[in-house]
């Protein structure tokens, strides 16, 4: 079943039903202000740091489950309804959500009045825009009444839900231009040299700026007294929870239309001209914000200006084959998503609450895999904030906030892949952009300057971390967790509340990784690439030496008979092999030691992929590990604590499941990786929406494994590394398009059945007009002809000043 449809032309999905399973979000922003926003207008907005700067408040975990957003109410006689139907809930006589690429869209009615919303973020200011057109479709003149509402957040979004001993006096607004204008300026008094101001370029007829005057103490945003009343009170608000509500009387004529601008926006002032008067905020800045956006002239273009930036960005890699879905999921959906992770990290989504995350180290990593070929500018800005949370010996802290770029010291470090996630990124991004200079940048360790190094220097203590942290079996150990953050191997967590993470000690001596000897193999030739590109052979020569010893015992230890162990651990015993009695296949090793080439010789990566088909696939995806854990396991940690089918405990995780794919091209099989591509790929599983229960146009995290009662449901949508990856999958491995050092290779492995296709990859100032003549082969390019001359190779050698270069590709 669907609950919409996607419009490929207009680049939005529209939702045709209020009603989906559970909110279906989009993100607005794309520099430093940022909104969530719900396909029933719940959501909220926050400034660079979902934690520290959060604009408008969000209540989570409550009921119903998409609970505060950005509000417009419409009163017509006794009738209150919503364009968003949430939160009043009246049933509506049509009902339309548009998701497009940075903004949303509604066009409602209800008793022959129509209401049309559009909201978004500009490019270049801080601030939401909200623009709502009123329409009588009646036979008489209609008198309604709008009511705008926003709650406040006071700032720290994480102190803002605890500390109400304090906060329920701090709150404190002015209110300007009759009530058009409000400010939140709680804390501004004090140590805050910002404001937020929620204005509509109309006069009102009345405003509100306290929640229980608005609302009415014993209210939810549901039945707010003022709406009922059509009136609000005009009441400032002093402490307790500081709103922002307008109240607009409108007569329409028949078929009169009348639209308003509201503008949500975020204010900085210099520490010295914070005031304009003793306790009167210097409002200057804010003015200027909402006259940028008074008229609809100036909204029609800040809108087109975000379209076209779109669709400048998604020129850079286009495809047009026969296969509608592919082509929807590669030129729209899937890259505006990897832009939203790289945006959010995990920071900030419905599932997570921005409040605790932060940044990722190797997730903001892995994002810039999917990303850096969209802006790379700030690719490289990102890789060297992160490399400044390294630290010394290479290791790193796991997650850091956004706002002031350290690293978190609640979570601290010991993660043992994320120093090589480093070298992914720093090698995505030269790839790119040929760009060999960021390696010579001076990047701090910890933050501190005094103790900087290259990123070079950087990359190589990444390396060489994993090359001395090595266990027994001359595997890297694997400190509090790898990917994998549920395998936790040395944490030995008893009572409720130690965190698996955390708690412990966070080296062990014994507990090796099989899936980090993947990754060092991988990266570790890609650092050696580097090394060389840099002059330093000597450096890629030791580099090859000590991934020929983890390759080596990735093939030996690391192999289990049929496919690759995942790990051995603190006691030696293995994890992920048919000696277990639970656990006994993981698929994190399969995917990353084929696609990092291991075994591919020796015949154990065709036979891993095989047991990976027999033992982990099922109709939704590829699970992460089989026989689901029945019992907690002391020493495995987190990963036996979900019920069977859930998460990392034998649910599909998402994020895996282009590594199987790309190691299917690795081998060359073009069907099964096709395969394993559709079956989590959102616009294929469209319409099965009633099942799968998030958002059709982006991936989750998870989706509920075959031992779940919930069998096929998606959970945690948007922020997840599924996006990167998926897109690396499918426009480098499956259509072929890989950047080198040394140019493009093409170099497509796609089901029999795929068909011809053209792709255009704008790529270091150069645009590639790429055609492919599949003639029934899965993989093998049997001619290569650019501009007119066959080429021998994968590889499209670049030529200093072609800017177009027309590359024709025959498979088979
Ligand atoms: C959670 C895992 C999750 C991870 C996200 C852990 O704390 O328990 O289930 O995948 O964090 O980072
Ligand atoms: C989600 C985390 O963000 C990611 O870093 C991790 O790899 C996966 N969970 C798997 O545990």
Redesign the pocket.
């Given at each position: 079943m669907k609950y919409g449809y996607f419009d490929d032309n207009a680049l939005e999905y529209v939702i045709t039903t209020p009603k989906t399973p559970l909110p279906w979000i989009n993100y607005l922003g794309n520099k430093e202000f940022f909104s969530l926003i719900s396909n029933t207008c719940g959501g909220y907005t926050f400034y660079k740091d979902a934690k520290l700067l959060r604009l408008t408040r969000y209540r989570y975990n409550n009921v119903p489950y998409d609970n505060n957003g950005k509000y417009f109410y419409i009163k017509d006689g006794d009738t209150i309804w919503n364009p968003g139907w949430q939160p009043v809930k009246t049933v509506l006589d049509s009902y339309e959500c548009r998701h497009g690429l940075g903004y949303s869209t509604w066009k409602s009615s209800k008793d022959d009045v129509e209401a049309q919303v559009l909201t978004f973020v500009p490019m270049d200011d801080n601030c939401e825009i909200s623009r709502v057109t009123l329409t009588n479709n009646k036979k008489s003149s209609a008198r309604i009444t709008l009511f705008s509402y926003v709650e406040w957040c006071l700032w720290n979004a994480d102190d803002d839900m605890k500390n109400f001993q304090r906060n329920l006096s701090t709150g404190e607004v002015e209110v300007t231009d009759g009530g058009s204008v409000i400010y939140h300026k709680t804390e501004y008094r004090e140590r805050r040299n910002h404001y937020a101001v929620y204005g509509v370029n109309t006069k009102v007829d009345g405003f509100d700026t306290s929640r229980d005057a608005f609302l009415g103490a014993y209210n939810g945003p549901d039945s707010p007294d003022a709406v009922k009343a059509g009136k609000c009170t005009g009441e400032l608000a002093s402490g307790w929870s500081p709103i922002a509500s307008h109240q607009i009387d409108v007569t329409l004529e028949p078929g009169e239309s009348r639209t308003f601008i509201f503008t949500l926006g975020y204010i900085e002032n210099p520490e010295d001209a914070k005031w304009e008067a003793p306790g009167v905020i210097n409002k200057e800045r804010a003015k200027a914000l909402l006259a940028r956006y008074s008229d609809e002239t100036s909204v029609d273009k800040a809108l087109a200006e975000l379209k076209d930036y779109w669709k400048d960005l998604l020129s850079i890699y286009h495809i047009k084959s026969s296969n509608e879905k592919v082509d929807r999921m590669v030129n729209i959906w899937n890259q505006y998503q990897c832009m939203v992770t790289f945006n959010m990290s995990?920071s900030a989504s419905y599932y997570e609450s921005g409040i605790g995350?932060g940044m990722?180290f190797r997730d903001s990593c892995q994002d810039l895999l999917g990303f850096v070929h969209l802006i790379p500018d700030r690719a490289r800005q990102r890789i060297i904030d992160i490399a400044s949370t390294q630290f010394q010996d290479g290791s790193a802290y796991h997650q850091y906030q956004p706002l002031t770029k350290k690293g978190n010291s609640d979570i601290g470090s010991g993660f043992n892949d994320d120093p090589l996630w480093l070298i992914a990124g720093t090698s995505a991004y030269i790839r790119e952009t040929g760009d060999l200079s960021i390696l010579d940048e001076m990047v701090p360790f910890d933050n501190d300057m005094s103790v900087a190094k290259t990123l070079m220097g950087h990359l190589q203590c990444s390396f060489n971390f994993t090359a001395t942290h090595k266990g027994p079996h001359g595997l890297p150990l694997i400190g509090r967790a790898d990917w994998n953050?549920?395998l936790n191997l040395n944490c030995f967590s008893e009572h409720p509340g130690e965190s698996?993470?955390t708690f412990g000690p966070s080296e062990g001596p014994v507990a090796e990784s099989v899936f980090i000897a993947g990754m060092f193999v991988k990266y570790g030739e890609e650092y050696a690439q580097l090394c060389e590109l840099k002059g330093d052979q000597a450096e890629a020569d030791r580099a090859r030496q000590e991934v020929k010893k983890v390759y080596d015992a990735a093939c030996t230890a690391g192999w289990d008979g049929e496919w690759f162990v995942r790990a051995y651990d603190a006691h030696s015993n293995k994890v992920g092999s048919k000696e277990c009695e639970e656990g006994q296949i993981y698929i994190e090793p399969q995917g990353f030691c084929v696609l990092a080439g291991i075994g591919v010789e020796e015949g154990l990566a065709a036979k891993a992929l095989k047991s990976v088909e027999e033992r982990l696939d099922t109709k939704y995806g590829v699970m992460i590990l089989q026989p689901a854990y029945t019992k907690y396991h002391l020493e495995l940690g987190?990963v036996s604590s979900y019920p069977p089918g859930y998460?990392?405990n034998a649910g599909i995780f998402c994020h895996n499941n282009p590594w199987i794919s790309i190691a299917e091209t690795v081998l060359g099989h073009g069907n099964r990786a096709f395969e394993v591509y559709k079956k989590t790929c959102p616009a294929y599983i469209e319409d099965i929406s009633e099942i799968h229960c998030t958002e059709p146009y982006v991936y989750s995290q998870m989706v509920a494994g075959k031992d779940a009662k919930f069998f096929g449901q998606g959970k945690n949508s948007w922020l997840t590394g599924t996006a990167a990856w998926t897109f690396v999958n499918i426009s480098q491995y499956i259509l072929g398009v890989y950047p080198t050092h040394n140019g493009l290779s093409i170099n497509p492995c796609v089901p029999e059945d795929f068909g011809d296709f053209e792709i255009t990859r704008k790529y270091r100032g150069a645009t590639y007009n790429i055609s492919v003549k599949q003639n029934g082969a899965q993989k093998g390019i049997s001619r290569l002809i650019v501009n007119g001359r066959e080429i021998s190779g994968n590889v499209i050698p670049y030529e200093e000043g072609v800017t177009t270069y027309t590359v024709e590709a025959t498979l088979g």
């Open positions: 995990r995350r990722g953050d549920c698996f993470q987190e998460k990392e």
